[in-house]
């Protein structure tokens, strides 16, 4: 009865500890900062964490296949580029730099899927060849200088708000209820998790893995395409060294809301949360008045936290 009820709490713990965890974070910084828990704070974090969220994302889904993505930021740089690009006054409509930003991202990631199933290269050694590509490709277009003069429209993107609200926050809830449908209910879904799961296997039913794993960085990239885009749009120019380590932050949410890095096992709900308390720590250090390169040092603690408690769940 003891083993049963000791078991129980275990899952419980396991479904939950993340939940409780971050309750716990709240509850301690809003005692030591009575600001914390404003409203325009709540707002500002939640702006702020938006980005990184939505490559957080986007990355999943590459994670959950057993892959790693490090190019992420540089994607950032040249999808934000190439939409400042396309974004100033009097010559394009607002959607032909959306889709530019966003169809350059999908592009990028293809090519790194294929470049991963077809020649069989480390996913970790073809993104951090893509991520030198990338930067050079963000400075090549932009001469090296930030691309700005942009339109109203295309900065209200970044910058402005709906019904009250910061749009950033509004595309991230779109991008994770999107996210959340693809990989719970479409095959799709399914196939990314048995890819990730037991690629023989998955193999031996009949899934296209090949196809799979390159959709998956397609969609990777696709989302950072996005978020270059709202970035870009946030800081009011295509900044060329925009996006530096943002790869890192993103893949840090992803490990601290449970996903494994062997693949087969995580949610984009998960990763959002994790993105949730690293942005939520970072608030509050700011609050505390804590520099900032302390930030950095508990960032890396809680990833080696994360890693080693997924470690340890997939040894039992």
């Known amino acids: 009865m003891i083993q049963g009820n000791d078991h129980s709490f275990a899952d419980l713990l396991q479904k939950y500890g993340l939940i409780v965890a971050f309750l716990i974070i709240c509850a301690v910084i809003s005692l030591l900062s009575p600001a914390f828990l404003t409203v325009p704070n709540i707002v500002n974090v939640l702006r702020q964490i938006s980005i990184n969220a939505i490559l957080a994302i986007g ?10 993505d490090l190019s992420l930021g540089s994607i950032v740089a040249i999808t934000g580029v190439l939409a400042a690009t396309f974004a100033h006054p009097n010559t394009h409509p607002l959607i032909v730099p959306l889709l530019i930003g966003i169809s350059g991202g999908i592009l990028i990631g293809i090519f790194n899927g294929m470049v991963i199933t ?18 050079g490709g963000a400075l090549i277009i932009s001469g090296g200088r930030p691309v700005s ?19 950033p926050i509004l595309i991230l809830a779109g991008v ?24 023989e296997a998955a193999r031996a039913s009949g899934i296209n893995v090949t196809k799979t794993r390159i959709t998956a960085y397609a969609i990777c990239s696709g989302l950072a395409g996005l978020a270059g885009i709202i970035q870009a749009s946030r ?12 790869e890192l932050d993103a ?19 998960g990763t959002v949360l994790g993105a949730l308390i690293i942005g939520v720590i970072n608030n509050g250090l700011d609050l505390l008045n804590v520099p900032s390169y302390y930030q950095q040092v508990v960032k890396g603690l809680i990833i080696i936290g994360a890693v080693i408690l997924d470690r340890e769940q997939g040894s039992k």
Not at 121 to 133: N, S, Y
Not at 177 to 185: A, G, T
Not at 241 to 246: D, K, R
Not at 253 to 265: E, R, Y
């Open 251 to 269: 893949i840090a949410a992803v490990v601290i809301g449970g996903t494994s890095l062997a693949g087969g096992i995580g949610s984009v709900a």
């Open 118 to 135: 077809r020649f069989k290269v480390a996913p970790f050694i073809a993104t951090l060849g893509m991520m030198t590509i990338a930067r």
């Open 59 to 68: 990355v999943t889904y590459v994670i959950l296949t057993g892959g790693i």
């Open 149 to 167: 003069n942009l339109t109203d429209s295309f900065n209200f993107i970044g910058g402005g708000d709906l019904f009250g609200c910061p749009l």
């Open 235 to 246: 800081i009011t120019t295509g900044q060329p060294n925009a996006g530096i380590s943002y």
């Open 176 to 199: 994770f209820f999107f996210s959340y449908f693809i990989l719970k209910n479409t095959t799709l879904g399914r196939y990314i998790y048995a890819v990730g799961g037991n690629e």
